[in-house]
């Protein structure tokens, strides 16, 4: 069975600094999707970043970039410059890539930003 | 954002009650899906919706029965409420096969007393 671990429940970060969110999973499959959702206070969830198995180069959306090693099964969500409204709750996903049921999700990362 | 909503938002009710959680789309998605979320668990599947009348189990899914009947709706139905179904429900949304992106709506807030 697949599975998503994030060893960290909780990291801090000063403000306008670089913090790396860690994530490792499991999984026989050689095609599948990873994701990165954001929760804030609001509760909504939010989808900051996705890669594709198949793709070699990292994914970056502005200041949210991924390192993304294949082969360590390790997926792991770096924040830039990081801002007030990064503060949240981050969810390290994974979804197989011809299945249509569930994403599978790891237990979170609360994210504090320092001022 | 995508067009996803969730009524009740907030609900409190009493052990053995029925009580339904609706979730609205306008996108036209064919899939639905609904997940509980708990804390130290992250979130974990209850049931999905690969279209109107076609439903499966999730994970989780004891205690909990859905219903799809027009594209845009799904229920989720707790029968007999138990105090262990006190949780944060989120319904999600998919195009389908070969579209990775599942969007969330903004979750219902339900606690069993």
């Not at chain 1, 890669?51 to 990292?58: I, L, S, W």
Request: with cysteine.
């Amino acid at each position: 069975a697949q599975t998503v671990t994030q060893s960290q429940p909780e990291m801090s970060v000063q403000e306008a600094e670089t913090v790396t969110l860690s994530c490792t999973y499991d999984t026989s499959e050689s095609d599948y999707y990873l994701f990165w959702y954001k929760q804030p206070p609001s509760r909504q969830m939010i989808l900051v970043i996705r890669q594709e198995a198949y793709k070699q180069q990292n994914a970056t959306e502005n200041r949210f970039s991924v390192n993304f090693q294949k082969a360590a099964k390790s997926f792991s969500l770096k924040i830039s410059d990081s801002q007030l409204g990064d503060a949240a709750m981050y969810f390290c996903a994974y979804r197989a890539m011809n299945r249509d049921d569930k994403i599978i999700f790891g237990k979170g990362t609360r994210l504090h930003i320092l001022p | 954002d995508a067009g996803i909503t969730q009524s009740p938002r907030h609900k409190v009710t009493e052990t053995g009650t029925p009580v339904t959680l609706r979730c609205h789309q306008t996108e036209n998605h064919r899939y639905m899906y609904w997940y509980r979320q708990d804390p130290g668990h992250g979130l974990r599947l209850i049931h999905y919706s690969y279209g109107v009348k076609d439903t499966d189990k999730g994970e989780v899914s004891d205690g909990y029965s859905v219903s799809r009947s027009k594209t845009e709706d799904f229920l989720l139905t707790l029968e007999s409420a138990t105090s262990s179904q006190t949780s944060v429900y989120f319904c999600a949304i998919s195009e389908g096969p070969g579209r990775s992106e599942q969007y969330f709506g903004p979750g219902t807030r339900l606690t069993v007393t």
